[in-house]
Every structure is written in C-alpha cells, then in structure tokens.
C-alpha cells in the first residue's frame, strides 16, 4: 500500500488565526483518545479542563512534544450508551512515545503549574474513564475550523484492498467538492483520514472523513446546491455513475457528531 500504517506521527499544524483551529499538514499522525464521563461529573470536568487539561497541553506544544490539541464534546449519539462523552484529539511532530506521567511533568514543568503528573491523571480519572486510544493518518485536508464548529466524523468500513482506490476516490472527486463548499460558506473543513493503529479487516471502521460545519444547523441543513455544485466541479462526471463507485468501495458505518469546545495551538 502507499501510505505507512506504523506508529509515526509526522503530523505538523499551522496556526490560520487566533480564532482557528490549527490544520494538519498531509500527511500526518494524530491520536484520538476517547473520554466517558464519570455520573455527574460534567461540571467538574468542564472546570478541570480549563484549569489542568488545556494548560498542560500548552506546556506540551511549548515543549515541542506536540503541536496542537482539542476537544470535542459528544453531540449525537449521546446518553449512558454512547461510547464517548469526550475526544481528545492530539497532534505530534515526531513518534509519540508514552502518553503518560513523564510527557506530563515535562509538560507541568515548563508551564510552573502546581500539581504533579500523577496528580493530573489521579483528577482525570476521577471525572472520566478513558475508553481507547487509536492513532489516525490524515491523507488530505481542506480549510480549518474554530471553537463551536460541529465535526460530523464519518466512519467508513473499507475493504483492505479497496483503501487506495478509496483514498484515490475521496481526493479526486469528494476534496474539490469540499474546497467548493468552503468556498461557500457550506462548511469550514473536510478531511479524510485512515486507522492507523489499531489497524485491520476485523476493526468496526478502517477510515474516517470528517466535515466541519459553523453551526448545528448547517450540520442538519439540506444542501440543496449540492448537484450544481457537483456538475460545476466536475463537469466531466456523471453522478450517479460516479457515486456507484464510491458505494462500492466503502460502507458508511456509523455518523457522529462532536462540538468543537477548546483548541491549543503555539502561539
């Protein structure tokens, strides 16, 4: 295959603005860690998130073991059986080695926060239990996002042997598509993006495209321009023939949906 599906996350993030998320240099490595809230924890999570978690993701990126990091907050599905309250999505300029007490302290250190490595996971762990961790390669990015963006994460079940003509298929015919609809106004951000760690034919989902949207409402809205904008992007495709094909080389598994609450990025 093409691309490496190993632990290297080579990922890179430039800033857009003060009010925008950093994007993701293609390709590159983030890990999405995924955060179950704890009964009646949700105040004292949203208040430790600001006192301890951003903070010591700033003294991460400061520290050069990261370059940016946010959060998003469960919208649909959402309840006792939804699997994540929370993503933790964390984006690293080189291998990530542990996620654990040492990054931590470092982090602590440079930030001259009070409280240990082990007192930070000790103050998670009794707002949240973490579900999985897993590593995503980005393959191709379009615009960006900011704080109170609405992220529809489309998982799609690919055939191992199917992922290159799939990846093919979302950059030839879905990225101009998206660079249209930001273009637009439509959305803020697409990108599409392959597991890479857990990684196989027996994992629920082997890739993830992700639509960013500036409002609930235009995450729910019809896009009634949709086909003109199609036939103006591609004048020389059909679309029905043209999305047969996409059908069959992916199933889309399951759609969330995530709220954009808090980005750190290097100054």
Not at 249 to 262: D, I, K, P
């Amino acid at each position: 295959m093409k691309f490496t599906r190993v632990l290297v996350c080579a990922g890179v993030a430039a800033v857009l603005s003060g009010a925008s998320i950093a994007q993701q240099t293609s390709p590159g490595y983030h890990a999405v860690a995924c955060y179950k809230l704890k009964p009646d924890s949700a105040p004292a999570f949203q208040k430790w998130t600001a006192d301890e978690m951003s903070k010591v993701a700033q003294g991460r990126i400061d520290d050069g073991e990261i370059t940016a990091f946010y959060l998003l907050r469960g919208v649909f599905p959402r309840g006792e059986a939804a699997e994540c309250d929370y993503l933790v999505v964390t984006f690293f300029p080189n291998m990530p080695h542990e996620f654990g007490t040492g990054q931590v302290d470092a982090a602590i250190k440079k930030s001259g926060l009070k409280f240990t490595g082990e007192d930070y996971f000790k103050h998670r762990d009794a707002l949240v239990r973490l579900m999985s961790v897993g590593i995503f390669q980005n393959q191709a990015f379009v615009g960006g996002a900011k704080k109170g963006d609405y992220f529809q994460v489309n998982y799609m079940k690919v055939a191992i042997e199917n992922l290159d003509d799939w990846i093919a298929f979302e950059k030839k015919v879905w990225q101009p598509l998206a660079e249209a609809m930001v273009k637009d106004g439509r959305e803020d951000g697409w990108s599409v993006n392959v597991a890479a760690m857990p990684f196989g034919s027996d994992m629920p989902y082997q890739g993830v495209t992700v639509d960013v949207f500036p409002s609930l409402d235009a995450a729910f809205a019809e896009d009634k321009q949709f086909v003109d904008r199609f036939k103006k992007v591609h004048p020389d495709m059909e679309l029905g023939t043209t999305f047969e094909r996409v059908n069959k080389l992916r199933a889309q598994a399951e759609v969330h949906l995530y709220e954009l609450e808090e980005f750190v990025a290097a100054h």
